[in-house]
């Protein structure tokens, strides 16, 4: 429908609109003058002349309509000279067989000077205006000597009628560049308004809050991208109703509008969202906004303003702890090379283990208190997953490889690719049970052709309660673990512009790493 609405504007230009009107009053002038009845004041000096002249101006006004965008195209600026130049002449004449300029037909004249300042650049408005003057000045001389039998010298009336062509001329001229500035304006600012609503447009579908609009029907008329995904990913909620739970929400907040945010979830495996309602201001009427927050997220930016504190105090901690530990460390050293009995070596050995143990926690517990940083590099996945189950399957694991066929690039820092793959399939052998089987896939991600390795085993998996932790720092179903694994391993893979999720619909316990195009660099 816009489309539509700029075409036929486009259409009405003046050129055109004038030339419509010409066209017109020729037809106009031509039928009055032959179903006029006698007496009519069309021709009484010369009917002959006003009849040939009405109806040449006819045909000439319909093939200068036909030929008028071939002369635009060759004469841009000054097509529109000859169409108007023709009026007043052929005016000129028609005035004269209808009796001189006594004769209304005079205004008419008045119209083309008016329309030559609107379609002429420059001065080309004033030259027709003195065209249509000298015009009806040698009209009136001619009709004075030669119809009227009076003095060559009476130009009076022709005189006063040359000035208010002039002064209609420079009026016109002033309105129309009034009227141009007045347009070229509005179409600066209908480009820069554009730019801002698209501006706008891009800005609200790239937040991360998810944004949607509905009307008083309870039908979405707007929903950027992340309320898209956070509602549902599969249809389209533009010009569809707006979800069932979405609506039993809104009207509990217009029952109680000073009740907290409430929370929602559309699945049972989707994400927590709060939502809030607001009136959008607007011209039109009753639209409604709904802000949608994944409450996931926000809880995530709320730890890692916990974690920053924490981690700072935890590597001061570290350092102090670690100096005595290097002590006991170095004093063990020496007493295992003095002489000791059987029993004496055990406790060493028991002193050796918890050192080296303390040591590990210390380690990532510094790495906890800094954002991991690596070099990220185009990698061929298959050879990095084939080098790490090559180290499990010399320790015993039972692990598999399933890839597409075709080789899959990342990009990734290959050191901290190793580093998160064995601690998957660490994780997935220690908590499988007896007879786990580990299974790694590499296949590109489902619609988004991004390439996607996934770690799953045959073990019990992980309960609901454990699910919601995960990723947190110093959460563990482990007697011996620190519960900086999965918190580390995910720090990497965002390091690298990765993402690690858990599958929670799939048997036994499943981890899938999403990874960057490996065309795109990282900043």
Known sequence: MKRTTQTETSFWTPARVYASYRILLAASLTGAFFFSQAGSPLGRSDPRLFMWTSVTYLVLTVVSALIMNRLAKRFPSWSSLLPVAMDVLLLTLMIHASGGIQSSLSVLLMVTVASANILLPGRGGLLVAALATLAVLFEQFWFSIKVSGQGPLHLTEAGVLGIAFFVTAIIVRQIAQRLAQSEALTATQRVAIGQLEALNRQIVQRMRTGILVFDPDM???????????????????VNRPLPEKLVQLYNESLDHPRQARQTIKFSSSGATLLVRFAELQHDRPGLTLAFLEDQRQLAQEAQQLKLASLGRLSATIAHEIRNPLSAINHAAGLLSESDRNAEDGRLLEIIFSHVSRVNGIIDDVLNLSKRPSGTAARLNLGEVVDSVVRHWRDQGADITVDTAGDAIEVRFDRQQLEQVLNNLVSNAIRHGGDNVQVQVTMTPA????LP???VEDNGPGISEEAQAHLFEPFFTTSHEGTGLGLYLCRELCEANQAWLEHEPDRDGASFVITFAHPERVFH
């Open 219 to 237: 039908t979405v008329v707007l929903a950027n991208q992340s309320a898209q995904n956070l509602v549902d990913p599969e249809r389209p909620l």
């Open 446 to 449: 489902a619609g988004q052709a």
């Open 452 to 454: 996607c390795l996934r």
